[in-house]
Nanobody
Framework: VQLQASGGGLVQAGGSLRLSCAASESIAGNNVMGWYRQTTGNSRNMVALISGSDATTYIDSVKDRFTISRDNAKRTMYLDMNSLKPEDTGVYYC?????????WGQGTQVTVSS
């Protein structure tokens, strides 16, 4: 599966963005997709995950502000980000894994100004 992330940009604190991750093949079935964030000099860390059954997991700092979702018919995963904070700034990567194979999309930059 090849992934294409989009939707990043520059936004003021308190604003919103929607990230999209389009897949080249079907994303239906037993897999996990997610969004990861990387800041300069740091490792890539999980922000949110969604399973094939739509079970979701979030890091504490984004709970109640971010929503991860997937549309299998459109082969696309989303991350709706609201009430953005400067600490949300980073390069966001989408990820897919079925336990045997894994794939990363290219990053999309999110910058939140104070």
């Amino acid at each position: 599966v090849q992934l294409q992330a989009s939707g990043g940009g520059l936004v003021q604190a308190g604003g919103s963005l929607r990230l999209s991750c389009a897949a080249s093949e079907s994303i239906a079935g037993n897999n996990v997709m997610g969004w990861y964030r990387q800041t300069t000099g740091n490792s890539r860390n999980m922000v949110a995950l969604i399973s094939g059954s739509d079970a979701t997991t979030y890091i504490d700092s984004v709970k109640d502000r971010f929503t991860i979702s997937r549309d299998n018919a459109k082969r696309t995963m989303y991350l709706d980000m609201n009430s953005l904070k400067p600490e949300d700034t980073g390069v966001y990567y989408c990820h897919w894994s079925n336990g045997r194979q894994t794939s990363w999309g290219q990053g999309t930059q999110v910058t939140v100004s104070s």
